[in-house]
């Protein structure tokens, strides 16, 4: 009995112990009536007398099937967590004077967290005297972003607290959009294209001689 007490959030019917009650229902107008005459009510329609406002004066009562109310009151529910987004925060950590390989390592690990919808914690730790370099962090992080602008969009702008500067980026979804694809290289040397094939033959200019090819 105390269990199903606990599953019982609002009283229904007999339950129902005050004077009179504000009821409201489908295709009814509310009103202000005695409760035993809005039992006989609901028992007339087939449905049940609901209090949905017990702390209103006078509480308020709905006419409805209670199996009913009790399914949109959930389907309410479900809605509401489904429109609820949680948002993780993932935390890149950088020194002053992170090298090239290790901040494309990183980069590349925050698109990632950004592409899944996770917001990104970026900051670099000064160490000892390494605070001297706050303006080189700075520039690292405000490098950070540009190369993330297509993935997430900078809530904060980096903030030096204590010994860490600080950023925040926010992920963003573009609609139909692509995210390009992030290849790490040693060398910041763009790689080199080889000519097509086809051009050996639009650059002969002498007499097509008929038998000979000159593809070779």
Do not use: W
């Not at 479900?78 to 948002?87: C, F, P």
């Not at 040397?189 to 097509?196: F, H, M, Q, R, Y």
């Amino acid at each position: 009995m105390k269990r199903d007490e606990k599953k019982q959030q609002y009283r229904i019917n007999e339950q129902i112990r005050v004077r009179e009650v504000r009821i409201v229902g489908d295709d009814i107008e509310s009103t202000v009536m005695p409760t035993q005459r809005a039992l006989q009510l609901a028992e007339q329609r087939g449905i049940d007398l609901v209090e949905i406002s017990p702390n209103a004066e006078p509480p308020v009562c709905r006419l409805i099937d209670y199996s009913k109310f009790i399914y949109q009151q959930k389907k309410k529910q479900k809605e509401m967590k489904a429109k609820q987004t949680v948002v993780n925060v993932k935390e890149i950590r950088f020194g002053p004077q992170t090298d090239d390989h290790d901040y494309n390592f990183k980069l590349k690990h925050a698109i990632g967290f950004l592409s899944d919808g996770d917001k990104v914690k970026a900051y670099v730790f000064f160490k000892g005297r390494s605070i001297l370099f706050k303006e080189q962090g700075e520039v690292l992080l405000l490098r950070f972003a540009a190369d993330l602008e297509e993935y997430g969009k900078v809530e904060s702008l980096p903030v030096l607290e204590g010994k860490r500067m600080t950023m925040f980026i926010a992920p963003q979804k573009i609609s139909g959009q692509q995210p390009k694809k992030v290849v790490e290289t040693d060398t910041a040397e763009a790689p080199v294209k080889k000519a097509p094939q086809q051009k050996a033959r639009k650059e002969y200019t002498g007499p097509k001689v008929e038998g000979e090819d000159f593809d070779d």
